[in-house]
């Protein structure tokens, strides 16, 4: 799972869908991210933790 804000302590974005997902950005913007694994076992989901939330520039 994928969550992102346009700043730091701003509202999170959520992105639960698939192994990876393509995201549509602003180009030259600083974005905050943050992941976290799961697994699917006998139908039932098993989450980890969020990781720390991370600065990325967009190109």
Known sequence: QI???TSAKGKLKYVTSGTSKT???SRNKTY?????AYKTMDGKKYYGSYSSLKPCKTK
């Open 3 to 5: 969550a992102y804000a």
């Open 23 to 25: 995201l549509k950005l």
């Open 32 to 36: 905050y991210v943050k992941v976290r």
